[in-house]
């Protein structure tokens, strides 16, 4: 298993470490040196991240706000989050890019797809924040879009859980992991890998999926060197 290039899904809750809220300095530092040790190896990475650590908008909305409204204050804890990856990227001499979907000039770039390309070819780690811009879609949708948009091999979602299994491992001490599993059984299954919209899209693109403990040392080099680490979703 060899990828020239990948888009990675973070979740923006793996960023609290131990914390409640907000972003652990001490946990996007590690990150941050797991994804140079994957670019130092000549792989192009893309990566989106979520914005649950600050605000999430489906849970504003369930609060009586306007989910529209929620949605966009989700968006803007995305860019949040990007910059501060971002921020300890750089620290470890890592260059990058943040683009988002929504325009704010003074602190990132605007997505455009052949920027985005062209910036991963010279070697840049891309940042996507702002899911894909608009209410509605997830950061799980926005990474299978971007990852097909620019033509990114896999989608390595980085858990906190090393798989995909057949019941929630953290409430039932049998349940059963799974190596390899094909899109239409993860559906009728019932399994949770990504929202409905995000997993469909993936699908219809054979854009294959690997779910993995991200909090794990050295788990995504291993898993970039043909390890068998977590549960790769494929057709």
Known sequence: MSYKRILLKLSGEA??????YGIDPKRIAIYAQEIKDVVDK?????????????????A?????MDRVQ?????????????LALQSALEDIGVATRLLTAIKMEQVAEPFIKRRAVRHLEKGRVVIFGTGTGNPYFTTDTAAVLRAIEINAEVILKGTRVDGVYDTDPEKNADAVKYQNISFKDVMSKGLKVMDMTAFTLSEENKLPIIVFDMNTR???????????????VDI
Request: glycine content about 24%.
């Open 218 to 232: 050295g788990n995504l080099k291993k898993l970039l060197n043909g390890e068998n680490i977590g549960t790769k």
């Open 70 to 82: 929620a949605d966009y204050m989700g968006m803007l804890a995305t860019a949040i989050n990007g």
């Open 15 to 20: 960023l609290m470490g131990d914390r409640q």
């Open 60 to 64: 504003g909305a369930s609060n009586g």
């Open 42 to 58: 000549g792989i192009e990475v893309a990566i989106v991240i979520g914005g649950g650590n600050i605000f999430r908008g489906v």
